[in-house]
Each structure stands twice: as structure tokens, then as C-alpha cells.
């Protein structure tokens, strides 16, 4: 069993739908939790930065962390064919700074 | 903007010969960098950490003499491929976090790394 679990699409949507995204996860130890965007062929960029249980909102994008159930979750608001990308959950333990594991990553695709 | 500068984005080489890959973090000092590998359509892989002034750290199965990796200053880390190979093509991502060892971790643009 892989430590992060996420379906990996493809997530086909018309614009304006809302997205949710989601992820479990087998280790208890895990502490932070992290939402990134990946374009084609370009490096991951930090979309949700989230530590507790709860959720974290910032625009478009809500981050739900649900520690009891080991589980997290991404949904993005009115989407835009511009959100059409991978989206990759990560998180790691308090004191493994960089040592992120990744979920698999879920490929979206908002159509106009 | 980016605040972690990764170079060359793309590269190819021929088999047999050394490619060296930069990542700088741009407004900020890192202590500690890191390099991912990714597959197509495949998640991330952390190979190793990357500690100023000192030898860098490996994951489990990552060959240390064939990934070369030294922690030249506080914003620079250089990843080297030795002795490439085929199957050593792969994209190639740095990252490091800005507030220290607990911060947000932020990534480069990744390289691109074909071996012919």
C-alpha cells in the first residue's frame, strides 16, 4: 500500500464547476499538508500550505485537512480552463523538512 | 515570481557523458536543498538533500557516485549526472524552503534531461 493515495484522473469538468480533489494517507506522523499545481513539463507550484484539521481558504481554492480520517481534499471554486493542469498532494513529517511524498498527482481539464 | 531558479530547463547529452544542473533560490538563503526526480506521469521521487557545507544525504537505492550533489553556497546547489544513461532520462526538480527546515517548500522549473 502506497503511503499517499490519489486518484490519478484523468478530471474532466466544464468551466465553472467545482472541482474536488482528494487524497488519503496511511502514516499518522504526517503533519503538514500541501497542495501543488503542476503545468505540463514546469515544476509544482505551491497552491495550499495547510497544518491542522480544518479547512483553509484562499480565493477560489479550499484546502480540508481531516486528520481522524487520514484523508484531504482540494476543491476549486468556478474553475477556469487556466486551472487545467496536474494537481499533486504532498505532505510530510514535522522534522523531514523536504522529504515530501507525493500523491500521484490527478490530471483536471476545465473545458470552455 | 519564481524564488527558485533552476537551470538548464532542457538538456541532452550523449550516453557516457556528465551533465551538471543548477538550482538557485532566488531571495532567500537555503541551508538545505532538494532534488526530485519525476517520470512521465509519474509523482515525485525525493533522491536527495542537499546541506550547505556538508555532504549531501541519499534516499534508499540513489546512487551516490552517479548523483553527484554539492551545496556550493546558500543559494546554490548543483546536481550532477555522471556517466549518463539512457535510462537516466528523467526531469529533474529542485526545491527548497524558504523559512528553514519547516517552511514551505518551493520548486524550480525543473530540468529536462534526455540521454541519447
Known amino acids: 500500500q502506497k503511503e499517499v493515495e490519489q486518484d490519478p484522473g484523468p478530471l474532466s469538468v466544464p468551466e465553472g464547476a467545482i472541482v474536488s480533489l482528494n487524497c488519503t494517507y496511511s502514516?499518522?506522523?504526517?503533519?503538514?499538508f500541501m497542495w501543488y499545481r503542476q503545468y505540463s513539463r514546469k515544476g509544482p507550484e505551491l497552491l495550499m500550505y495547510?497544518?491542522?484539521?480544518g479547512n483553509k481558504e484562499d480565493g477560489r481554492f479550499t484546502a480540508q485537512v481531516d486528520k481522524s480520517s487520514k484523508y484531504i481534499s482540494l476543491f476549486i471554486r468556478d474553475s477556469q480552463p487556466s486551472d487545467s493542469a496536474t494537481y499533486l498532494c504532498?505532505?510530510?513529517?514535522?522534522?523531514?523538512?523536504?522529504?515530501?511524498?507525493f500523491g500521484q498527482g490527478t490530471e483536471l481539464s476545465v473545458k470552455p | 515570481g519564481a524564488v527558485v531558479s533552476q537551470h538548464p530547463s532542457r538538456v541532452i547529452c550523449k550516453s557516457g557523458t556528465s551533465v551538471k544542473i543548477e538550482c538557485r533560490s532566488l531571495d532567500f538563503q537555503a541551508t538545505t536543498m532538494f532534488w526530485y526526480r519525476q517520470f512521465p506521469k509519474q509523482s515525485l521521487m525525493l533522491m536527495a538533500t542537499?546541506?550547505?557545507?556538508?555532504?549531501?544525504?541519499?534516499e534508499q537505492g540513489v546512487e551516490k557516485d552517479k548523483f553527484l550533489i554539492n551545496h556550493a553556497s546558500l543559494t546554490l546547489s548543483t546536481l550532477t549526472v555522471t556517466s549518463a544513461h539512457p535510462e537516466d532520462s528523467s526531469f529533474y526538480i529542485c526545491s527548497a524552503p524558504r523559512n528553514g527546515g519547516t517552511g514551505e517548500l518551493f520548486f524550480g522549473e525543473g530540468s529536462r534531461l534526455t540521454v541519447l
Open positions: 495547510t497544518y491542522s484539521s
Open positions: 502514516n499518522s506522523a504526517f503533519q503538514y
Open positions: 504532498a505532505m510530510r513529517i514535522y522534522n523531514q523538512g523536504g522529504k515530501l511524498i
Open positions: 542537499s546541506n550547505e557545507g556538508s555532504k549531501a544525504t541519499y
